[in-house]
Structures are given as C-alpha cells and as structure tokens.
C-alpha cells in the first residue's frame, strides 16, 4: 500500500519562492502523480501532473511559474514555485491513482 506525505508549505512574500515535497512509502513507484491545490472557499483544483514516463502537465493559472519533477530513485515527488501570488495560496495535496486524500501542505502567500 502507498502512502503519501506532503511537505515543503509556509508563509512566502508575494514574487517568492517554495519548494513542495511530497514522499511516497510504497516501493512500487511506477505510476502518474499530480499536484492539487484547494483555496479557501474554493473547489480543489488540479495544479500540475507528471506521468511514469516525466510528461508534464501544468494548469494555466501556474503555467511557467510551477514545475513538477520526480525521482523515482528516492520515490520522491516535487513541486518547485516560483514567482508567488496571492491567489496561489492553498492546501497543496499530492496525488497517485493508488492514493486517498491526506493531509496536505498549507502554502500562504502574503505580504
């Protein structure tokens, strides 16, 4: 069974920068993973993806400022933002087709 812990959140300035983590348990490594967020009142919304094979997907409201990456070597997923806004401010949540919601990662973006 996978298991998936978010990491990485805080409080940045407008324009800054933080780097998400989110580590998988399981050995089995060999499957697409997704970045979500969900802003206070807001309905969760799918941010960014990475298939098996390192495709990247971005939502247009992160296009060029996000990126997603992966090292299955270390079952590891991430999520590296750039050039912070306010409207990006949300619970982070990483995601596999293997894994119910968790708790996921609060980032605030504020000045």
């Known amino acids: 069974q996978v298991h998936l812990v978010e990491s990485g959140g805080g409080l940045v300035q407008p324009g800054g920068s933080l780097r998400l983590s989110c580590a998988a348990s399981?050995?089995?490594?060999?499957?697409?993973m997704a970045w979500y967020r969900q802003a206070p009142g807001k309905k969760r919304e799918l941010v960014a993806s990475?298939?098996?094979?390192?495709?990247?997907n971005y939502a247009d409201s992160v296009k060029g400022r996000f990126t997603i990456s992966r090292d299955n070597a270390r079952n590891m997923v991430y999520l590296q933002m750039n050039s912070l806004k306010p409207e990006d401010t949300a619970v982070y949540y990483c995601?596999?087709?293997?894994?119910?919601w968790g708790q996921g990662t609060q980032v605030t973006v504020s000045s």
């Open positions: 995601k596999s087709p293997y894994t119910s």
């Open positions: 990475i298939s098996s094979r390192s495709d990247e």
């Open positions: 399981g050995i089995i490594f060999d499957f697409g």
